[in-house]
């Protein structure tokens, strides 16, 4: 392993009037680097261990939401062998690829796989003191490596199940890498293949060739372009699978994946505020990809690529159109993301680790690491264009690895301000910040122990002024509205848990802050529904529509009360208000013929399920219901061809295969229905009927 230059400017040896315990400290690191290294992920290790043993038995760990719930069905299907349910890779497919292995391993025990995720995340210390030895003496390295080993916020997010901590992995040594050995070819292919691993983890990411090959290139003293095509052949090698598969499956154009459309759309639309949201009439729950609310709009069958497409075309549109306030925005989220406030998007630090030894020493948790890794990422690129138009010299490798650094941080923030900025994002560049914020801390000490007092009042006064930019308290943020997403969160996780009672206490704690608001109240009505106190539920929904009667939403969920409660004329009736007040609503249409069906007006219920596919073409219960209804007319052939167009909508979606393996089965059509339940089985492992319905087709019984 190389050592770094022992040059005073290259950061090598200290100055003579650093402390005393600094030179002995820093001699003692140059010469066992291996052995600090190995140091530091002992103790990276030791403070993940004592986060994992308390953490595993939280609400958080256990229940699994939104990207998590994504990522875990994704990697559970990969298991089971199952297919992408639509043209092209919605999310990244970097971090389902990766679990999943963890699961064929190790069983797909969440804590078992945050045990793994933990022992590959303290990695990030070694690495981070290895990377800082190259641009700076190796006791401020050492400080670096100890700051990434107990940063609460990235232990977090390693007990996840997100990308965040991969990202962050991958890029960190592709960096190491880049700087390690610049002239090695076998260095440039490996570190263009980690950064393409990391941008399977996030497509933003591939912004950063732009500073991986200019490094390549003028390493030599000269161009040196065949180096930096070497990078670019590594990261090009990782990203051909999937640019095979959209160029072969996609519908329309598509780099990477779907979600990309979506999210640049939350962050540039006409309702963006910088930091993520849910588009009025996006339900979340039940459309996690946008497909419904595309064909909504369109009128037309949507795949995850035509859904990326018409997101983009909208953004830009609006763009075009709004340019100033375009403009305004991206400054806006770029304060944002070097601000010291928390920003939680469903996973929230502060309330998931209160109580845990995440919350106390020895782990640290202030994103003051935010503006002064901004300053010394400015720092870094200026004394870098110093170094590199004086020419060769001592120092200048010292000083080519900071810009490097800093470049890389800097453009890695230009690409996440282009979507929205939650905390999840800032993960991935924190140990960039961390060495560039030691790098400011280095210097402002070195200058007072130097008595360089016009030097040291200079960065001390910008650190201060960059403090004050980065308040929080300048943001003017509706931190009441953060402080109720959160409850909202945490409620919705206890229901998943069937643990009700804490979930309605949490959505009472929101309405404190805003008793009137309609969609609050809604949720606390659903959450009582769910709780079994449905009698409760129709009160309050009673109460809420007297003074809202326009709130479509709150006469669907009432009808979805009343049917529960098997009051099913008063849920036709509900829904019928539902729809008269917003006709674009298919799930109320939908649910309106589920009852005209149970009240025996199979016309009326079929009409209703054709008002579903006439708002979305591939709305798979109306499809699914509309061919059972057929099929219980006696129109075999029509039932069939609905089973099938609710399969084409989503590959996965169990009752139309159930449906369908029955209708098969009846049918005495054994080598079409076979392969059907086993589908099933792999859908749903649990399921009971499929294995009966095996044993039958085996044994040549007859059906039941």
Same mark, same amino acid.
């Given at each position: 392993?190389h050592?770094?230059p022992?040059?005073?400017?290259?950061?090598g040896?200290?100055?003579?009037?650093?402390?005393?315990f600094?030179?002995?400290?820093?001699a003692?690191?140059q010469?066992h680097t291996?052995a600090?290294?190995?140091?530091l992920?002992?103790?990276a290790?030791?403070?993940?261990a004592?986060h994992?043993f308390?953490?595993?038995?939280?609400l958080?760990?256990?229940?699994?939401?939104?990207?998590?719930?994504y990522?875990h069905?994704?990697?559970l299907n990969?298991?089971?062998?199952?297919p992408?349910?639509t043209?092209?890779y919605?999310?990244?497919?970097?971090y389902?690829l990766?679990?999943s292995?963890v699961f064929?391993?190790?069983?797909d025990?969440?804590s078992?796989a945050y045990a793994?995720?933990?022992?590959m995340?303290?990695?990030?210390a070694?690495?981070?003191f290895l990377l800082?030895r190259?641009?700076m003496?190796?006791?401020?390295?050492?400080?670096?490596?100890l700051?990434m080993?107990?940063?609460?916020?990235?232990?977090?997010?390693?007990?996840?199940?997100?990308?965040?901590?991969?990202v962050l992995?991958?890029?960190?040594?592709a960096s190491f890498?880049a700087v390690r050995?610049?002239?090695?070819r076998l260095h440039?292919?490996?570190?263009?293949a980690?950064l393409?691993?990391a941008?399977?983890g996030?497509g933003?990411?591939?912004?950063?060739?732009l500073?991986?090959?200019?490094?390549f290139?003028?390493?030599?003293?000269?161009?040196s372009?065949?180096?930096?095509?070497?990078?670019?052949l590594g990261?090009?090698?990782?990203?051909?699978p999937?640019?095979?598969?959209?160029?072969?499956?996609?519908?329309?154009?598509?780099l990477?994946?779907?979600?990309?459309?979506f999210?640049?759309?939350?962050?540039?639309?006409?309702?963006?505020?910088?930091?993520?949201f849910v588009?009025e009439?996006?339900d979340?729950?039940?459309?996690?990809?946008?497909?419904?609310?595309?064909q909504?709009q369109?009128?037309q069958?949507?795949?995850?690529?035509v859904?990326?497409?018409f997101w983009?075309?909208?953004?830009?549109?609006?763009?075009?159109e709004?340019?100033?306030?375009?403009?305004?925005?991206?400054?806006?989220?770029?304060?944002?993301?070097?601000n010291r406030f928390?920003?939680?998007q469903v996973e929230?630090?502060?309330t998931a680790?209160?109580?845990?030894?995440l919350?106390r020493l020895?782990f640290?948790?202030?994103y003051?690491?935010l503006?002064l890794g901004?300053?010394?990422?400015?720092?870094?690129?200026?004394e870098?264009?110093r170094a590199?138009?004086?020419?060769?010299?001592a120092g200048?490798e010292?000083?080519?690895v900071?810009?490097f650094i800093?470049a890389?941080?800097?453009?890695?923030?230009?690409?996440?301000?282009?979507?929205?900025?939650t905390?999840?994002?800032r993960?991935p560049?924190?140990?960039?910040?961390?060495?560039?914020a030691?790098?400011v801390?280095?210097?402002?000490c070195?200058?007072?122990w130097?008595?360089?007092?016009?030097?040291a009042?200079a960065?001390?006064?910008?650190?201060a002024a960059?403090?004050v930019l980065?308040?929080?308290?300048?943001?003017?943020?509706d931190?009441?509205?953060v402080?109720?997403?959160?409850h909202?969160?945490?409620?919705l996780?206890y229901a998943?848990a069937?643990r009700?009672?804490p979930?309605i206490?949490e959505?009472r704690e929101?309405l404190?802050?805003?008793?009137a608001?309609p969609?609050l109240r809604?949720?606390?009505a659903r959450?009582?529904s769910?709780a079994?106190q449905?009698?409760?539920a129709?009160?309050?929904?009673r109460d809420l529509l007297?003074?809202?009667?326009?709130?479509?939403?709150?006469?669907?969920n009432?009808?979805n009360?009343?049917?529960?409660?098997?009051?099913v004329a008063?849920a036709?009736?509900a829904y019928e208000?539902?729809?008269?007040?917003?006709?674009?609503?298919?799930a109320?249409?939908n649910n309106l013929?589920?009852?005209?069906? &149970? @009240?025996?007006?199979? %016309? !009326?219920?079929?009409? =209703?399920?054709?008002? #579903?596919? +006439?708002i979305?073409? $591939?709305?798979?219960q &109306? @499809?699914n219901n509309? %061919? !059972?209804?057929r099929? =219980?007319?006696g129109d #075999?052939p +029509?039932?069939?061809? $609905?089973f099938?167009a &609710?399969i084409?909508a989503?590959?996965?979606y169990?009752? =139309?295969w159930?449906n369908l393996?029955?209708?098969?089965t009846?049918?005495?059509?054994?080598?079409?229905?076979?392969p059907?339940?086993r589908?099933?089985l792999?859908?749903?492992?649990?399921?009971?009927?499929?294995?009966?319905?095996?044993?039958?087709?085996?044994?040549?019984?007859?059906?039941?």
């Amino acid at each position: 392993m190389h050592s770094a230059p022992r040059q005073p400017a290259a950061g090598g040896a200290p100055a003579p009037t650093l402390p005393r315990f600094l030179l002995h400290l820093d001699a003692w690191l140059q010469r066992h680097t291996h052995a600090a290294a190995w140091c530091l992920y002992v103790c990276a290790l030791a403070l993940r261990a004592l986060h994992w043993f308390t953490f595993r038995e939280t609400l958080v760990a256990q229940v699994f939401m939104m990207d998590e719930s994504y990522y875990h069905d994704e990697a559970l299907n990969l298991v089971r062998g199952l297919p992408n349910p639509t043209d092209s890779y919605f999310m990244t497919p970097l971090y389902p690829l990766f679990l999943s292995l963890v699961f064929r391993l190790a069983g797909d025990s969440a804590s078992t796989a945050y045990a793994v995720q933990l022992l590959m995340g303290g990695l990030a210390a070694p690495l981070v003191f290895l990377l800082a030895r190259r641009a700076m003496p190796a006791a401020w390295a050492a400080a670096a490596g100890l700051a990434m080993a107990s940063f609460a916020p990235v232990v977090f997010y390693e007990a996840l199940l997100l990308v965040e901590w991969l990202v962050l992995l991958t890029l960190l040594a592709a960096s190491f890498v880049a700087v390690r050995a610049p002239r090695s070819r076998l260095h440039a292919l490996a570190a263009g293949a980690l950064l393409g691993i990391a941008v399977l983890g996030r497509g933003s990411n591939l912004a950063l060739l732009l500073v991986f090959f200019p490094w390549f290139a003028w390493r030599r003293g000269g161009a040196s372009f065949a180096q930096a095509g070497r990078c670019l052949l590594g990261c090009a090698a990782v990203l051909a699978p999937l640019w095979i598969y959209n160029a072969r499956h996609a519908e329309q154009p598509l780099l990477l994946t779907a979600n990309a459309g979506f999210n640049l759309y939350i962050g540039n639309g006409p309702e963006a505020t910088g930091l993520f949201f849910v588009p009025e009439s996006f339900d979340m729950a039940h459309d996690p990809m946008a497909l419904r609310y595309v064909q909504r709009q369109t009128g037309q069958r949507a795949t995850a690529s035509v859904a990326a497409q018409f997101w983009v075309e909208r953004t830009q549109r609006w763009v075009r159109e709004h340019p100033l306030r375009a403009l305004d925005l991206l400054g806006w989220k770029w304060v944002l993301f070097w601000n010291r406030f928390y920003f939680p998007q469903v996973e929230c630090f502060e309330t998931a680790t209160r109580g845990l030894p995440l919350s106390r020493l020895p782990f640290w948790h202030s994103y003051a690491v935010l503006p002064l890794g901004f300053l010394g990422a400015l720092w870094a690129l200026i004394e870098a264009w110093r170094a590199w138009r004086r020419g060769a010299a001592a120092g200048q490798e010292a000083e080519a690895v900071l810009g490097f650094i800093g470049a890389c941080a800097l453009l890695y923030v230009a690409s996440i301000v282009l979507f929205f900025v939650t905390d999840r994002y800032r993960i991935p560049v924190t140990p960039w910040l961390i060495v560039l914020a030691t790098h400011v801390c280095r210097r402002i000490c070195e200058a007072l122990w130097q008595r360089k007092r016009a030097q040291a009042a200079a960065l001390l006064l910008a650190t201060a002024a960059l403090f004050v930019l980065t308040s929080p308290a300048r943001l003017n943020l509706d931190r009441a509205r953060v402080g109720r997403d959160i409850h909202v969160h945490s409620a919705l996780r206890y229901a998943q848990a069937e643990r009700f009672g804490p979930a309605i206490a949490e959505y009472r704690e929101a309405l404190r802050t805003a008793p009137a608001n309609p969609d609050l109240r809604d949720g606390l009505a659903r959450m009582l529904s769910r709780a079994g106190q449905d009698s409760l539920a129709l009160v309050l929904y009673r109460d809420l529509l007297r003074e809202h009667p326009d709130f479509a939403r709150g006469w669907y969920n009432l009808g979805n009360v009343l049917r529960r409660s098997r009051r099913v004329a008063e849920a036709a009736a509900a829904y019928e208000r539902s729809v008269a007040l917003e006709p674009e609503r298919e799930a109320a249409w939908n649910n309106l013929g589920e009852c005209r069906r &149970a @009240l025996g007006d199979t %016309a !009326a219920a079929a009409q =209703a399920y054709r008002r #579903a596919l +006439a708002i979305v073409p $591939g709305h798979e219960q &109306a @499809l699914n219901n509309l %061919a !059972a209804l057929r099929g =219980a007319q006696g129109d #075999a052939p +029509a039932a069939e061809a $609905g089973f099938r167009a &609710a399969i084409a909508a989503n590959p996965r979606y169990l009752p =139309a295969w159930t449906n369908l393996a029955i209708l098969l089965t009846n049918q005495g059509r054994r080598p079409e229905a076979v392969p059907a339940w086993r589908f099933i089985l792999a859908l749903d492992p649990a399921d009971t009927l499929a294995p009966r319905a095996l044993r039958q087709l085996e044994t040549g019984a007859e059906p039941h």
